[in-house]
Nanobody
Framework: QVQLVASGGGSVQAGGSLRLSCAASGDTYNINVMAWFRQAPGKEREGVAYIDLRPNITYYADSVKGRFAMSQDNAKNTVYLQMKGLKPEDTAMYYC?????????????????WGQGTQVTVYS
């Protein structure tokens, strides 16, 4: 089993920055891909970014490309989502997710483990 704990959310003015963290514990050697998703009220969950851990390759949704950056710290079993140039439409609950199979996708069904979510609110 893998446990994920997300943190770092908050309220920020448009144009500002936040860094989200997702700490993994448990059977972390089983994890090959980690991702961030978000869900705004009344909207479907949206994949934001993923990282293929071993080659350290990242991929971003078009809506965040150039503004968000995902990274990892192997020693801490933690991935990060650095968010810059935040917009009101980025407001959502952000979830981190982890998958054991090396399927590189922003489809939620790929990921077996989910964190509890951290709220990001961007005001204009």
């Amino acid at each position: 089993q893998v446990q994920l704990v997300a943190s770092g959310g908050g309220s920020v003015q448009a144009g500002g920055s936040l860094r989200l963290s997702c700490a993994a514990s448990g059977d972390t050697y089983n994890i090959n891909v980690m991702a961030w998703f978000r869900q705004a009220p009344g909207k479907e969950r949206e994949g934001v970014a993923y990282i293929d851990l071993r080659p350290n390759i990242t991929y971003y949704a078009d809506s965040v490309k150039g503004r968000f950056a995902m990274s990892q710290d192997n020693a801490k079993n933690t991935v990060y989502l650095q968010m810059k140039g935040l917009k009101p439409e980025d407001t959502a609950m952000y979830y981190c997710a982890a998958g054991g199979r090396r399927i590189l996708s922003l489809q939620a069904y790929v990921y077996h483990y989910w964190g509890q979510g951290t709220q990001v609110t961007v005001y204009s």
